[in-house]
């Protein structure tokens, strides 16, 4: 594990950071349980040794109402680069941001995610596969979404360009594919969760039962599967919706991880909303913004081990993304070796039992 070598990472390749420059580390309190103390620390004296001028501003959480506040922008105006080691970054990616700034919000969120492959793999190598991804997503005719659950999802891809305001690291989804021309079945895993964007109660939702939500033409047709489980559905559908006045049936988009150094070293059950930021990287899992007519939404649905092909030829087959099958992948695994050992031993931890998901899949 190298803290170091994830924060010289993010600083140098992924916000481009150079001598003399400012940086401005907005972080929320390690007590909050989601963003570790260390982490903050391995950045601000990586940077500082790269002859940054640092300083730190403690954001705190706000689970409804995330913003920039005017003492917040003022420190934002006066700086080079602004790291977010908070969960306000993420609540505020797809929002307006200040010109002129490099912004970066981090999912490497524990010294451990820092360390591991998630955080030193080279940010200009996932650059260019995400580039790639988005290419061939792009000129695919017909997108088909599968696992073994269940899940049977297909419709043509519609890139527009659009992305999050600021820069991700590390970069572990490729652009999100709007829904509306997507139909089929998506088979749960036992929960329905939140998205990062709004907190509420319960964030997290087990099911008693397996379930399957369908939907046609990125809109929410309904559930089917255990009685109790479609009821549970319904009334946290409406209970949502109810509280933040959102469009109940929206299917936004959707999206797969494309990070194979993803892990997540801990269980679901000990770290939710962690696992709701981070996990989603790895190429075990794809995800559906749902539950408002914006990205992300307010509640995600989650496919385990997804088979995604592009006019008939799996890209991920059963969670394993066969990143070597695309134009271009070849001279990006040749110039960037660590990348390919990753590719070539993929972190599968992401935190769910595999015994438990599949004795459900029977059922469903």
Known sequence: MSPRSGARNLLKNCARAQAGQSLLIAHEPADLGYFDGKVVGHVAREARDLGLHVRLIDVGFDAENPQLSPALLEQVEHADIVLFLARLGDQLRFCHMPEGKTIVTSFAATEELLGSGFGTGHYHAFEALKAATDRALGHAREVRLTCPRGTDVRGATQLDGADTRLKRFPLSVF????????????????????????????????????????????????????????????????????????????????????????????????????????????????????????????????????????????????????????????????????????????????GLSDRALYAEAAEV
């Open 175 to 350: 652009a999100a594919l709007p829904a509306a021309r997507f139909s089929g079945r998506v088979a749960l895993p036992g929960f329905l969760t939140g998205t990062g964007s709004k907190y509420y109660t319960p964030y997290h939702l087990s099911l008693d039962g397996p379930l399957l939500a369908l939907f046609s033409k990125g809109r929410l047709t309904g559930f089917a599967g255990a009685p109790h489980a479609v009821a549970q559905a319904e009334a946290h559908y409406d209970h949502v919706a109810g509280k933040f006045d959102l469009d109940r049936n929206t299917v936004h988009s959707w999206h797969a991880g494309i990070h194979p150094g993803c892990g997540f070293p801990w269980t679901l059950e000990e770290h939710t909303e962690r696992w709701g930021g981070t996990a989603f990287g790895n190429p075990r899992l794809a995800h559906f913004h749902t539950c408002g007519a914006y990205a992300p939404g307010e509640i995600s649905w989650n496919v385990i081990d997804p088979t995604i092909s592009l006019d008939g030829v799996p890209i991920w087959e059963d969670g394993v993304f066969q990143a070597h099958r695309l134009s271009g992948v070849a001279e990006i695994f040749s110039q960037y070796p660590d990348v390919a050992a990753m590719f070539a031993s993929p972190d599968r931890a992401i």
